[in-house]
């Protein structure tokens, strides 16, 4: 180097000079780096303040942290991040991060800090978009599997440049139990998507087209197979890759190859599971259903179903909260409104009268002295008061609808439409007690129309609260517990035989009983 800046000098050569300056500061640096010497590393950065800016314009480069990492100085490494945080997420030019060669090279510690330091390099991708999750369930490193997935539990959806999850990854590395535990720390993760992620990373397709069942199959892992199909639907069993094979094929064709005989177990369970040969399936099942589905004509059900989910796609989290409230506050006022009815007019004497069956009054005794026509006062109470408490109802149960149509897709929320559900069910009960109560409203007595129109449209708006919660629970069943979606009807019809049950014919039973009883 004192050649270059001796020649340099010698030929007047100013910018020559400064590059050559700049070069040995940046080798000074990498040599402290690879010391973990901190001290050099500000002696430079006084003698230069733009060493490290000049570093991070290259794009691909062996920066002071990368040395460091590699090297294990967990004090330097620390030192640098603060410095420049994004050397953390660059990569050399052999494709890989500070975390991904500290993990090559087993400085754990190192790897800790970074990972404290910024959760998110667990998603850096490198090589091969290979992310340092890839690294330790391709190695079988348990312990840093669950803590990436602990700090970061988002990483478990990044795949490989050839499509591959960490699913793949252990299977082809014949990593059972690093297998193992990804699947029960999937089943357990409380993230608002590991449902999602449970659907569709275990049937997830790499590039060939090979789910993890097919790697499986290829690998020959009876207990990866016997896992898998606790949790597969039988589409998903039988799917194909890009040369047109099922993990079925797979089997037969390394038997018939390589004369092997020890994947019996493997074929005894898929043959059980439901799993068949290629051949005897179409081209491509799932391509053809769904182009058939959007080929048919929409009915009047799914054009609602579509408008209400965008409808409530489209709504905002904070607008959402706010619907909530209000239709709360309009469930809660109409509540209470049935609660505490309207008392009787202090002007009319209503122990004077009496209501016949055929909606005409008859005096009993002598007209009260007070009001020009009291017959009429009292109809025109009897029709305010009828449509009063027809209003209330429709008003209760549309905003009891739009509480359960507002609630987010979550588990929790089957409770609360269940709580709907029932809470619907005591206002069914609730008109019936207080219309006893109240038999001197006419149109509240049992023997008047409007009060029967009132409990029918208690029944129905029941019944489609009622249906709306069975729907919900039959969906969360199947996608939680029973993949095979062929049952789907009858999970329905048996969740909501069971509110039914349970809910509506109590209550029914209970208002036609006082019904009877009043008239």
Not at 119 to 128: A, I, M, P, Q, S
Not at 237 to 264: C, F, P
Not at 489 to 513: A, D, H, R, Y
């Amino acid at each position: 180097m004192d050649w270059r800046m001796s020649e340099a000098a010698q030929t007047g050569n100013i910018k020559r000079m400064s590059e050559a300056a700049q070069t040995g500061n940046i080798n000074r640096m990498s040599e402290a780096a690879q010391t973990g010497n901190i001290n050099v590393l500000y002696e430079l950065i006084q003698e230069d303040p733009y060493v490290l800016e000049r570093i991070d314009q290259v794009p691909f480069l062996d920066t002071p942290l990368h040395i460091a990492a590699c090297a294990g100085h967990v004090d330097f490494v620390m030192e640098m991040m603060n410095l420049k945080p994004s050397f953390a997420r660059k990569l050399n030019q052999a494709g890989f991060s500070p975390m991904h060669l500290a993990l090559k090279d087993e400085k754990i510690q190192a790897v800790l800090r970074l990972l404290k330091f910024d959760k998110g390099l667990v998603r850096v991708k490198g090589r091969e978009g290979m992310t340092p999750l890839h690294h330790v369930v391709g190695t079988g490193n348990l312990d840093l599997s669950i803590r990436f997935l602990e700090v970061c539990p988002e990483a478990i959806e990044d795949v490989t440049v050839r499509d591959e999850t960490a699913f793949h990854l252990t299977v082809k590395n014949d990593m059972f139990e690093a297998f193992e535990v990804l699947i029960g720390w999937l089943r357990r993760s409380r993230h608002e998507a590991a449902q999602q992620w449970e659907n569709e990373l275990l049937s997830w397709a790499d590039i060939e087209g090979n789910t993890i069942l097919h790697i499986a199959a290829i690998r020959n892992s009876p207990q990866v197979v016997e896992v898998l199909l606790e949790n597969l639907s039988q589409d998903h069993i039988n799917s194909k890759n890009l040369e047109g094979l099922t993990a079925l094929d797979i089997l037969l064709e390394h038997q018939r190859n390589e004369r092997q005989v020890d994947n019996r177990e493997i074929m005894d369970m898929l043959s059980t599971a439901g799993g068949l040969r290629g051949s005897s399936l179409p081209n491509n099942p799932h391509s053809s259903i769904n182009v058939n589905s959007f080929r048919s004509k929409m009915s009047y059900f799914q054009k609602f179903t579509t408008i209400a989910a965008r409808g409530k796609k489209g709504i905002p989290y904070e607008m959402r909260n706010a619907f909530l409230v209000v239709t709360v506050l309009i469930i809660t006022a109409t509540y209470d409104a049935l609660l505490n009815p309207p008392e009787k007019s202090d002007d009319v004497s209503f122990q004077n009268y009496q209501v016949s069956g055929s909606y005409s009054f008859s005096q009993q005794a002598n007209p009260p002295m007070g009001g020009d026509n009291p017959a009429q006062d009292i109809t025109d109470l009897i029709d305010a008061s009828s449509m009063f408490w027809l209003y209330n109802t429709l008003t209760f149960w549309v905003a009891l609808g739009l509480t359960a149509y507002l609630l987010p897709s979550r588990t929790i929320c089957l409770l609360l439409l269940i709580t709907l559900s029932l809470f619907g069910s005591c206002y069914m009960l609730l008109v019936a007690v207080v219309s006893w109560k109240q038999q001197f409203l006419v149109s509240l007595t049992p023997s008047h129309l409007l009060y029967h129109a009132l409990s029918v449209v208690n029944y129905c708006l029941s019944t489609l609260i009622a249906v709306l919660v069975a729907f919900r629970i039959a969906r969360y069943v199947i996608y939680r517990f029973v993949p095979r979606k062929k049952i789907f009807c009858l999970v329905q019809f048996v969740s909501f035989l069971f509110i039914v049950i349970c809910i509506l014919t109590p209550t029914v039973f209970n208002v036609q009983t006082m019904s009877f009883l009043w008239s």
